[in-house]
């Protein structure tokens, strides 16, 4: 876990009916991740997991999107989180939001009884606390803007949540629209343990679409 430390970690992803949407295709965005210098990935099921580690031993946090209400939420469940560990995930996340429809912080003792650690991705100060206090190893501030009282979702990364959480001695992964390096270096100035930057690396869609809005035409 230690490999993540003060690294920037490339969340792979694409969901269904996306075009990059086939493990291969994940697999080969991070690999070229890896090459530009990634400290860890961030992927999505145990087939895309799967994929990845045939290309690379780079730590991978793993996750399952569920369809909840309005938004997928993250490894809801024991029996998830078990498919990801035997994927190959170093790491899990897992939905420590009340929105959650599985056991929530319970998840925590039961994916370490796997031997393996977990990220609690959270939308509020309160939640990483409870996530910290509850054994998460780390706690990602994933969520912020995207709980159904957070809507509209926030242009910007929640830099705030990340400080907050830093100086209660939280080890905080800062993640959630993250889109240069700017915001980056400030993720860590605000004590972040590590940066998760997913989209602005590997959704060619949004890159395209910021820049297209700066064209005239
Ligand atoms: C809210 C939610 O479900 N976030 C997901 C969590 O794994 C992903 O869809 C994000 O791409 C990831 O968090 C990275 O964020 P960004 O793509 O903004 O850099």
Redesign the pocket.
Known sequence: MNELRGGLIV?C?A?AGHPLRDPEVIARLAECAVLGGAAGL?V?SAEDIAAVRRRTDLPVIG?H?VRHGH??V?TPTLDLAAGLAEAGADMI?VDLTPETPGPGLKLIEHIHGLGVPVMG?VSTLEEGLSAWEAGADVV?T??S??TARQLPTPHD?DLHLVGALASRGVRVIA?????NHHQVRQAFAAGAWAV????????PISITRRLAAAAPR
């Open positions: 969340s992803q969901p961030r999505n996750l999107k938004r997928d993250i996340a991705d990602g994933t969520l803007g995207y990364p993640e959630g629209r993250y889109r998760v930057v997913g989209g602005a690396i590997t959704d």
